[in-house]
Structures are given as C-alpha cells and as structure tokens.
C-alpha cells in the first residue's frame, strides 16, 4: 500500500525526462487524488487505494514515456484561461500569447468580426473572446478532432461569441473580417525535432507545412486580402528564422507591415493592415 510519500520518491524516475521531475509527479498526483498540492505535504502519510494507484501508474507511465503533461494531464493554461487538450490539437504555448496581446492592442470596431484559422483547441480565439465580450470570433479547423476539444472549451467556458467550424483556412468564407489571426503550421518536415522530445506527440498535420514550412503561411496570406474589411488586420505567428519571406509576402498586399519579437527575443509575429 502506497503512500503520498511513497509515491512522491519516484519523482526521480522523471528526472531524465523533465527538469520539472518533481513538480510533474506531483501534478500527476494531485489529478488523481483531486487534491491541491498543498495536502501531499500536509499529508504524506495519507494511503491511497488500490484505483488510485494504478489510475496514478498509468500517468506516471506515459509521462515517463515522454509524452507532454498537457496531454498526460488533459489540460494546459493559456492566457487567463484553463483548456482541454488533446492529441488532436496542439499544445497552447506563452509565445502564441505575443499573438493575443497584438489582436487586443488593436482599435478595431466595437463589435468586430474575427477570424482564427488553424484554432486546434480555440485557444487564440477563446482568449479574445474573454477579453473583447462584444466581437464576434469564428475558428476554423480541418480537423474535426480538435474542433470537438474547442467546442468543450467553449461551453465551458460559456463564451457565447465565439464559434467553431470545420474548413480548410479560408475556403468556403464569405464574410470580410476586421481581423484574421492564425497560428499555422510552418515547421519544415525535415526539421529534427518533429522526432524527438514534446513535438513527436503532436498532430504532424498542425506543425508541417510543405515548401519549407511556408505553404500555408503563403496560402493564408494570399487569401486574406479578400476576406478584409478595408483597414482589416492580419496577424500571423511564424518560426525564427521566417519573418523577412512573411514580411515579404504580406508587403505584396498589405501596408504598415512588420515583425514582432516574443520574450526570447525571436521574430515570432508578423502581419499588416489592408487599405482602408
């Protein structure tokens, strides 16, 4: 019979997977006891039953196994917000927050229309969402997986004024945005990473994009100037080393033009604002 304790000493079996080996075992825990982390200390003694063990097992397993706690856990924070994830979406990361803060510095009409292509689990419009009450956001997705985990952290967070549909970025819209946000994929499909650590647990179709990781930036920003409204904004997050091909890109279409740098100081932003 397994104690907190007991349990909490096999933190170091993380160790090589996580600098947080620690804090993980302990989240792992706490999802299973639905307890805070404040009574495994307060507690240590405490044993836990026979469902709890193995309930614990398998978590510790798959983390053990390298697989990101969002998805072991079933949820990561994003801006103010708690989400669902899952393997059908990609995981919210703090460098798409510079893509939120952006949108919201914005002077857009009171009751603006937005779009968020490649929303996965609505992070990027749900954000909005809470913080701007009277836009109207619309997720589009191709998979109907993660437009399943958006539409539970929608209700769930009972945003009326956002929406979720499945399509393949802009195709099939009709209406003109005053912004259009995305967070595509632009990893090129060589790129060592996709097999090893967090990225070989995420969906391929989220993180790959053909032509060196710029195909569907280029699609997007080849269809937004038709789904703008005059002044509309695009806004789009992108790799490292991409942001002069997307200022590039944009340039040909869109005036006022630039990069933005995340915290780490990498270009990670880029968009403009069509004519008004």
């Given amino acids: 019979m397994a104690t907190i304790a007991d349990v909490l000493a096999r933190a170091v079996e993380l160790r090589e997977i996580a600098a947080s080996y620690r804090l993980d075992t302990e989240l792992l825990l706490c999802k299973v006891l639905e307890r805070g982390r404040a009574f495994l200390y307060a507690r240590p003694e405490t044993v836990l039953t026979d469902a709890q063990s193995r309930a614990f097992d398998r978590l510790f397993a798959r983390r053990k196994d390298g697989e990101p706690m969002a998805y ?46 490649g929303t996965g689990s609505g992070a990027i419009a749900l954000a909005l969402a809470r913080e701007r009450p009277a836009w109207q956001l619309t997720g589009i997705d191709s998979s109907a997986a993660a437009l399943v985990v958006a539409e539970a952290n929608r209700a769930a967070l009972g945003l009326d004024n956002a929406r979720f549909r499945h399509g393949d970025w802009l195709a099939g819209e009709t209406d003109r945005h005053h912004l259009i946000v995305a967070n595509p994929p632009y990893i090129d499909a060589a790129d060592p990473h996709l097999v090893r650590g967090d990225l070989r647990f995420e969906p391929r179709a989220a993180l790959v994009a053909a032509d060196a990781g710029m195909a569907a930036l280029r699609a997007i920003i080849a269809g937004a100037p038709a789904h ?37 100081g990498c270009e990670r932003v880029s968009g403009g604002r069509l004519p008004a």
Wanted: include cysteine.
């Fill in 72 to 117: 072991v856990l079933g949820e990561r924070q994003f801006w103010t917000l708690r989400l669902k994830v899952s393997p059908a979406t990609l995981i919210p990361r703090p460098e798409t927050e510079l893509l939120v803060e952006l949108a919201l510095a914005l002077v857009l009409e009171p009751a603006a229309r937005v779009l968020d292509l």
């Fill in 228 to 264: 703008l409204c005059p002044g509309g904004w695009l806004l789009l997050e992108h790799g490292s080393t991409q942001g002069a091909a997307v200022r590039e890109r944009c340039a040909a279409e869109l005036r006022e033009v630039q990069t933005w740098r995340d915290l780490a």
